[in-house]
């Protein structure tokens, strides 16, 4: 598993090509340090021909034109207040350049190029068909596969209530007002189909959640015929793709999301400040740690210790147990208890030493499969303090809240929590 990434640098009408197989996992940190640092940082890749397929992101910074256009994942800012703040940092940091996330992956790259002049055709590859309809609706089928859960006593599993969700308001003829939960909004829902409205009302009611949680809302009034939604530029889309299934409807996009919603449903609700949604972005934009190989393989070792841990617990438990048995039937206790010992030395023994041949084995995997050049830097200042200057002096232009007032908000995670979360 990688996260490759393709960039292309285009200055006095020329274009350069550069990839690494690890770029994408954390673009959308390296793309918040502005237009020289940001290309100080790709020419530190492996120089390639043409445009590649084989990735999952990147990004075309134009000098020429003073355009940015990069596509990565952003999922990690579901909620749309989020979101914004972010896209107000990067607008902040690339100031004087258009800058353009483009949906889709490599996918929406290719084609977003092949709609400018930025790049030349004889450096884009031809995606084939399968990779053509690559960007597809992910979302559920229907109102019922978009339910949060199901509720199973005999599992006892319970809610998560900081899982990102839709929240939706059903207003009635009266303008009293109902709310409902699911995982997102569902295609029959987007669709307008009477079905969708009928198992949304069949839905166990819910309380309005808090915005930090909220990734995208809905109001519908059935009796007037009129409904307002709101949440991420993919959303949008989707509802302008579908917006003539509503004919007869009048439908409204919500600018102000959460506080539109909160004002139909007459609660004040629990909205975020700017200030708790930079909180968000921040400490993963100050960190430095990479990702890499390494990275992810320490990440995925320490999941495996913990698991391997219990595993032998619970070994030692089942051998052992016999002999407790054993030992309160007979009353010889000294050969029980040197049986024990050993047993557990021994199996200790084992372990480590299976742990000490996976590491070798892994460690030689990654020396071979590895090149000979230094390890990427990221992008931006190194030093903690200038790091800490350059995000202040990005939020002061942003019209945010200054670092001082963010950082009390901060999670308390880093370094691989921050990753994990990517």
Known sequence: MSEPAIFALVRNGKTRYFADRWANALLRREVMWGPEDFEAWVLQFEPVEAWDEDCEGGAVVDFDRRALAWSSDTSSYQVPRVLDVYRKMLAAAWPEFEVTHVAGGNAGMVRY??????????????LDADKEHEVRESRPETVDE???YVADDEDGEELDTDAVRAWLTIVDADRRTQQRELQQLSLDLLMAKPEALEALAALEPAAIPREVVVSEGLWINPSERA????????????VKKYSECWNGWKLTLLNRGYDD???????????????????KVVPLILSTQQFDAEVMLKAIGDGLKRF????VGCLLLVLCLPLVI??????NWQPVLITMVATVLIALAAYQLLVYRFKRMVRRRLSQGSEERPRPVVAGPHDEAA??????????????????????????KSGLELLAES
């Open 227 to 238: 409904m307002g939604i709101w949440g991420s530029p993919e959303l949008i889309a989707s």
């Open 261 to 279: 919603q909160c004002a139909v449903a007459g609660m004040q609700g629990m909205p975020m400040s700017n200030a708790d949604a930079a909180a």
């Open 113 to 126: 190029l092949r709609g400018t002049d930025n790049v030349s055709e004889a450096g884009l590859v031809v």
């Open 146 to 148: 978009a339910k949060r």
């Open 308 to 311: 391997a841990n219990k595993a």
């Open 326 to 331: 054993f030992g309160l039937v007979s009353g």
């Open 387 to 412: 790091r800490r200057e350059r995000i202040d002096e990005i939020l002061q232009r942003a019209e945010l809240p200054r670092l001082a007032e963010v950082e009390p908000l901060f999670s308390g």
